[in-house]
Nanobody
Framework: QVQLVESGGGLVQAGGSLRLSCAASGRTFGSYAMGWFRQAPGKEREFVAAIRWSGGSTYYADSVKGRFTVSRDNAKNTVYLQMNRLKPEDTAVYYC?????????????????WGQGTQVTVSS
């Protein structure tokens, strides 16, 4: 059974940085894509970034391009989201997701497994 466990959220001032981690277990993820999504209060869950586990191709939402970087560590079975120059509008619960296909796509319905989420709060 696939398990995804996020960590690294917290409270940070605008302009600061955080690195989220997603520890994945239960499968060999070489043929998977991994995604990060976020959900702010009263809003729908939205795509943030995705990475192909094998090969490392990435895809970003326009709102985070140039500020966020998604990466993975094959040895640790962990995916990261480095978030720099954070803004108050980045405040949300951030979720890690896994897709049983290597294509990096933004639609949340394409992802098969989800973590429990980690809160990120950016103060102004």
């Amino acid at each position: 059974q696939v398990q995804l466990v996020e960590s690294g959220g917290g409270l940070v001032q605008a302009g600061g940085s955080l690195r989220l981690s997603c520890a994945a277990s239960g499968r060999t993820f070489g043929s998977y894509a991994m995604g990060w999504f976020r959900q702010a209060p009263g809003k729908e869950r939205e795509f943030v970034a995705a990475i192909r586990w094998s090969g490392g191709s990435t895809y970003y939402a326009d709102s985070v391009k140039g500020r966020f970087t998604v990466s993975r560590d094959n040895a640790k079975n962990t995916v990261y989201l480095q978030m720099n120059r954070l803004k108050p509008e980045d405040t949300a619960v951030y979720y890690c997701a896994a897709r049983r296909s290597p294509d990096v796509l933004p639609a949340r319905v394409l992802y098969d497994y989800w973590g429990q989420g980690t809160q990120v709060t950016v103060s102004s």
